[in-house]
């Protein structure tokens, strides 16, 4: 997968003396020590990570861990002291104001918790405000506009003000206008934490939901597990302006890097943030490629899966994509009706499972079914199964671990 950001022994460091402080880092001192001695301060040391495109990679941290700092030197809202920021190859650190200006407008958005709309313009105006400091013409602007508000539910209320609006419409307006200007590469620094926990869940997956349909990388700011942890595809724990481990929610919690790291996820229950993709086995259930011949494909599949004491199998096609489950007897009626493809066997309504359902949905699903469910990502591209087997001894694996 194609890299969208790299950070590279990023500092930033706040004070009269950068350079000073930079010397004492390499000398080994701590932050502390830097700021007992010169009353500099040091918000970032020395990030190295890359965001990969497409995905929503979330920075979490206690106050003053550096997070905030971190997101917004990726834009230059803070100007890097040392290091590299590549954004589509091409370095934002060292980048003249003129290019700089191009890619805010045209390639990188941000969101902020505050919401920042301006109150004497409409919801469309808003909207379409990074549109028009582009120098997009007003019919073309409105429409784009138009078109995001119904993708985030508010087209209804495009000539509405802002003060009209609850803090989630409000906070779906800045959405909007993020997503006006058609950008690869999102930044949101703690977007949904001043909306109550409804209004938070419900922006989460619209965000979830818009990501499935576009696909743009996202980087996220948030103080707050259960949101890293339902959103993020990786997360980056940071404590006092560095990076101290990078990882998916589960190799987080299941591998911590240090003690900073195995107290912040102190207590947390590991099954509430599992989702399918965690549970899958990608060698337990049979898959099958159509060759061509499908009665030479069902024939071959059905000795297997005797051969194997098993009864269902996956059909994908040749791009790894889910196409159906089949079984034994579905196979067997197909080569007697004389079937010509695959697809013909497959058993009706068996609807494949997505990567990011959550245990508790999964479990709901899995107890009243006797065949395995496949779980795809959102291309459909098959992951892995489930069976109730799998289930049962991830969550025994689970209760003898954290005992």
């Known amino acids: 997968m194609a890299e969208k950001v790299v950070v590279k022994n990023l500092y930033k460091v706040y004070g009269a003396e950068p350079a000073l402080a930079m010397q004492m880092l390499q000398q ?34 206690l106050s ?7 997101i917004r030197l990726l834009n230059r809202l803070v100007e890097p002291t040392f290091g590299q920021v590549l954004v589509g190859g091409h370095d934002v650190a060292a980048m003249g104001k003129k290019a700089l200006i191009e890619l805010r407008r045209k390639d990188l958005a941000m969101v902020f918790q505050s919401f920042a709309l301006l109150p ?22 409105e429409v784009r506009a138009m078109e995001v508000l119904d993708q985030v539910g508010l087209k209804a209320f495009a000539h509405q003000m802002p003060s009209e609006l609850s803090g989630g419409m409000q906070q779906r307006v800045g959405l909007a206008r993020a997503l006006a200007v058609d950008p690869s590469l999102m930044l949101m620094d703690e ?19 818009l990501q499935q349909e576009q696909q743009r990388t996202i980087v996220f700011v948030s103080h707050d597990l259960d949101e890293a942890f339902h959103i993020g595809n990786r997360i980056a724990i940071m404590e006092g302006g560095r990076i101290v481990q990078i990882g998916t929610p589960d190799e987080i919690l299941r591998n911590p890097s240090d003690e900073y790291v195995r107290a912040f996820f102190k207590g947390v229950d590991v099954k509430k943030y599992l989702v399918a993709k965690d549970v899958a086995s990608a060698t337990e259930t049979l898959t099958i490629q159509a060759s061509g011949d499908a009665q ?27 196409q159906g489950t089949v079984s034994i007897d579905s196979m067997l009626q197909a080569l007697a009706a004389g079937g010509a493809t695959l697809a013909g066997a497959c058993l009706k309504d068996i609807a494949a499972v997505p990567e990011a359902l959550s245990l508790n949905a999964l479990v709901g699903r899995i107890v009243k079914n006797p065949y395995p469910l496949a779980v795809v990502d959102a291309q459909q591209r098959y992951l892995g199964a489930v069976t109730q087997t799998i289930l049962l001894k991830r969550m025994a694996l689970e209760e003898s671990e954290h005992e």
């Open 120 to 141: 004497h313009l409409s919801v469309l105006r808003n909207t379409a405000f990074g549109l028009e400091v582009a120098g997009v013409e007003r019919k073309a602007r």
């Open 28 to 61: 080994g001192l701590s932050k502390e020590v830097i700021f007992q001695q010169t009353g500099m301060t040091i918000g970032v040391k020395d990030a190295n990570f890359h965001v990969d495109e497409g995905e929503i990679f979330v920075l979490m941290g």
């Open 296 to 322: 030479a494909d069902m024939a071959s599949a059905i000795e297997r899966l005797r051969a194997a004491q098993r009864n269902y199998a996956f059909v994908l096609g040749h791009d790894g994509r889910f």
């Open 64 to 70: 003053g861990s550096g997070k905030s700092t971190l």
């Open 191 to 209: 977007a949904f934490s001043a909306l109550d926990p409804l209004k938070r869940t419900e922006m989460q997956e619209l965000l979830l939901k």
